[in-house]
């Protein structure tokens, strides 16, 4: 099979408005305002979008810091205070979850 050459390619383009609608002048700039309308909620859509992402991001990302500083707590509230009180610290192993 032939492969085509570069000026074949470009030659070929596709008619986006074609030959099924009569466009005026006016038909085309409104239809114009309206395509960049559309183009700009989208864009506005997918601005957000990627804000709320980031700001989910931030928000798991505190998430687990505060998880974190709660273990680090339980286990020192366990240690320091429930052991030091005649509390008697019990092996995992001995309890049959």
């Given at each position: 099979?032939?492969q085509q050459?570069?000026?074949?390619?470009?030659?070929?383009?596709?008619?986006?408005?074609?030959?099924?609608h009569n466009?005026?002048?006016?038909?085309?700039?409104?239809?114009?305002?309206?395509?960049?309308?559309?183009?700009?909620?989208?864009?506005?859509?997918?601005?957000?979008?990627?804000?709320?992402?980031?700001?989910?991001?931030?928000?798991?990302?505190?998430?687990?810091?505060?998880?974190?500083?709660?273990?680090?707590?339980?286990?020192?509230?366990?240690?320091?205070?429930?052991?030091?009180?005649?509390?008697?610290?019990?092996?995992?192993?001995?309890?049959?979850?």
């Open positions: 099979m032939e050459s570069f000026t074949n390619i470009v030659s070929q383009s596709v008619d986006y408005l074609g030959q099924s466009w005026t002048d006016t038909d085309i700039i409104s239809s114009y305002k309206e395509i960049c309308k559309q183009l700009d909620i989208c864009k506005e859509k997918l601005r957000e979008e990627h804000e709320l992402q980031k700001e989910e991001s931030a928000l798991r990302a505190e998430e687990k810091r505060l998880i974190r500083m709660k273990n680090t707590l339980w286990r020192r509230l366990g240690s320091s205070i429930c052991v030091e009180k005649g509390n008697k610290l019990v092996s995992s192993k001995s309890l049959k979850w």
